[in-house]
């Protein structure tokens, strides 16, 4: 017996995997086996594919939101305790930092806008046009007018897309800010108010379009009292999560009273969130790819059954128990194998093409899916370490999977299982 085992090892090395890779289909007799087997491959091969497909669009909807709302607000601002003048110097030294895109100055007004009766909070930002373009993404989201209309005593004003629809506005309206703070007048004191143009709208598609406006930055320097000085410098940067550490790198090597101010004390926790509810998203997913891995458990466990007289006749011929125990961790592995790939690619596939898919579904319904959220198609952004993840876990969960039915085929007693055969 053993020298007709030998001679089987002889003909097929090493005959683990040849007789693994034989059982992966069942007898004739019993179709049932090969159909468990087969939904095992379609489970994981599912399971994969939506991981990738639903991870790769957090991704874009986390990178949309990043560039829209950390393109509008400063990244990373130098801020004097008192509003300064010397704000060319700061702009000069703060681009000298290798980490440091450019750098633009700022005033900060907040107010209300009246218009018609309606009345709407609004956080104001005086700017230089010519700077501003080089640290925001405002010129490349004007929906009507320019960024370069912000010219010195013309009071005109750009303002976010909501906003403007708030208030009834378009371009060439007039529209009136009123300051918080009082004037005293031989009237009496009284809020102070300026009448302004709208000469431009735009719409980032965020929280942002309603909240914000943008005038030149010498008629916020009179509305604020401070001709000819500026609140700080902001600053566009390689690299978003350096900016709490280049910022104050700039600020101790600044003579002056300055301190530094970053996205992550404004908005940190908005992108904290995203990045949770992303974990838990790929947590939860996963367990959908552990549900379809294990199931091989239950694929392998009838294999075993069906192949009882099998095993016993190979153990007669001399096949030791870790021969047996490796020919269905064979086959196991190769329906996670087979699922695994399969759902990768077809997972890689679809992330890449989903955006497409869902203008193309937009189309066909004639309705726009996506008219609610901040941008108006689904975003999609496939990055590598993600497959890498998901593809190992799934591999991992499906080898992991095989090793009880396994030992359990190990285990088959020879002479038990031929006694009714």
């Given at each position: 017996?053993?020298?007709?085992?030998?001679?089987?090892?002889?003909?097929?090395?090493?005959?683990?995997?040849?007789?693994?890779?034989?059982?992966?289909?069942?007898?004739?007799?019993?179709?049932?086996?090969?159909?468990?087997?087969?939904?095992?491959?379609?489970?994981?091969?599912?399971?994969?594919?939506?991981?990738?497909?639903?991870?790769?669009?957090?991704?874009?909807?986390?990178?949309?939101?990043?560039?829209?709302?950390?393109?509008?607000?400063?990244?990373?601002?130098?801020?004097?305790?008192?509003?300064?003048?010397?704000?060319?110097?700061?702009?000069?030294?703060?681009?000298?930092?290798?980490?440091?895109?450019?750098?633009?100055?700022?005033?900060?007004?907040?107010?209300?806008?009246?218009?018609?009766?309606?009345?709407?909070?609004?956080?104001?930002?005086?700017?230089?046009?010519?700077?501003?373009?080089?640290?925001?993404?405002?010129?490349?989201?004007?929906?009507?007018?320019?960024?370069?209309?912000?010219?010195?005593?013309?009071?005109?004003?750009?303002?976010?897309?909501?906003?403007?629809?708030?208030?009834?506005?378009?371009?060439?309206?007039?529209?009136?800010?009123?300051?918080?703070?009082?004037?005293?007048?031989?009237?009496?004191?009284?809020?102070?108010?300026?009448?302004?143009?709208?000469?431009?709208?735009?719409?980032?598609?965020?929280?942002?379009?309603?909240?914000?406006?943008?005038?030149?930055?010498?008629?916020?320097?009179?509305?604020?009292?401070?001709?000819?000085?500026?609140?700080?410098?902001?600053?566009?940067?390689?690299?978003?999560?350096?900016?709490?550490?280049?910022?104050?790198?700039?600020?101790?090597?600044?003579?002056?009273?300055?301190?530094?101010?970053?996205?992550?004390?404004?908005?940190?926790?908005?992108?904290?969130?995203?990045?949770?509810?992303?974990?838990?998203?790929?947590?939860?997913?996963?367990?959908?790819?552990?549900?379809?891995?294990?199931?091989?458990?239950?694929?392998?466990?009838?294999?075993?059954?069906?192949?009882?007289?099998?095993?016993?006749?190979?153990?007669?011929?001399?096949?030791?128990?870790?021969t047996i125990m490796s020919i269905f961790m064979v086959q196991g592995t190769f329906i996670g194998l087979m699922?695994?790939?399969?759902?990768?690619?077809?997972?890689?596939?679809?992330?890449?093409?989903?955006?497409?898919?869902?203008?193309?579904?937009?189309?066909?319904?004639?309705?726009?899916?996506?008219?609610?959220?901040?941008?108006?198609?689904?975003?999609?952004?496939?990055?590598?370490?993600?497959?890498?993840?998901?593809?190992?876990?799934?591999?991992?969960?499906?080898?992991?999977?095989?090793?009880?039915?396994?030992?359990?085929?190990?285990?088959?007693?020879?002479?038990?299982?031929?006694?009714?055969?």
């Amino acid at each position: 017996m053993n020298g007709l085992y030998g001679l089987m090892r002889a003909m097929f090395k090493p005959v683990s995997l040849y007789v693994g890779l034989r059982y992966t289909k069942a007898k004739r007799r019993n179709h049932f086996i090969s159909f468990i087997s087969l939904t095992s491959i379609l489970g994981l091969t599912l399971g994969v594919a939506v991981l990738i497909v639903v991870l790769s669009v957090m991704n874009g909807f986390d990178r949309e939101l990043q560039q829209r709302i950390l393109g509008m607000v400063p990244q990373a601002s130098i801020v004097g305790y008192q509003p300064f003048a010397e704000w060319e110097e700061v702009v000069s030294t703060a681009e000298k930092h290798d980490d440091v895109v450019a750098g633009a100055p700022f005033i900060q007004l907040q107010g209300m806008l009246t218009h018609h009766g309606t009345v709407s909070g609004v956080f104001l930002t005086g700017v230089e046009p010519s700077f501003e373009k080089k640290v925001s993404i405002i010129a490349s989201h004007m929906e009507a007018g320019s960024v370069d209309d912000l010219t010195p005593g013309s009071f005109n004003m750009v303002l976010g897309a909501a906003l403007a629809s708030s208030l009834g506005l378009a371009v060439g309206d007039k529209v009136t800010l009123v300051l918080p703070e009082a004037s005293v007048t031989p009237a009496g004191v009284l809020p102070r108010f300026k009448r302004f143009t709208v000469s431009g709208v735009f719409k980032v598609g965020a929280e942002l379009d309603g909240l914000m406006a943008y005038i030149n930055i010498e008629d916020a320097a009179k509305l604020g009292k401070i001709k000819g000085r500026v609140h700080g410098v902001r600053l566009s940067l390689d690299d978003l999560f350096k900016a709490g550490r280049v910022s104050w790198d700039i600020v101790s090597s600044l003579p002056g009273q300055y301190y530094a101010r970053d996205w992550t004390s404004t908005h940190g926790n908005l992108f904290q969130a995203i990045k949770l509810e992303k974990t838990m998203m790929a947590l939860l997913l996963l367990l959908i790819v552990a549900v379809a891995a294990f199931n091989i458990v239950s694929s392998l466990v009838m294999v075993v059954t069906d192949k009882t007289s099998d095993i016993a006749i190979l153990r007669t011929l001399g096949a030791s128990p870790k021969t047996i125990m490796s020919i269905f961790m064979v086959q196991g592995t190769f329906i996670g194998l087979m699922g695994t790939f399969i759902g990768t690619s077809l997972g890689v596939f679809l992330a890449l093409n989903i955006s497409d898919f869902a203008g193309w579904l937009e189309r066909v319904l004639d309705t726009p899916l996506f008219a609610q959220y901040f941008v108006n198609y689904l975003p999609s952004e496939l990055r590598v370490d993600n497959v890498i993840f998901v593809s190992a876990s799934a591999f991992m969960m499906s080898f992991l999977a095989t090793i009880y039915p396994a030992m359990r085929a190990s285990k088959v007693q020879p002479a038990e299982a031929l006694r009714y055969d």
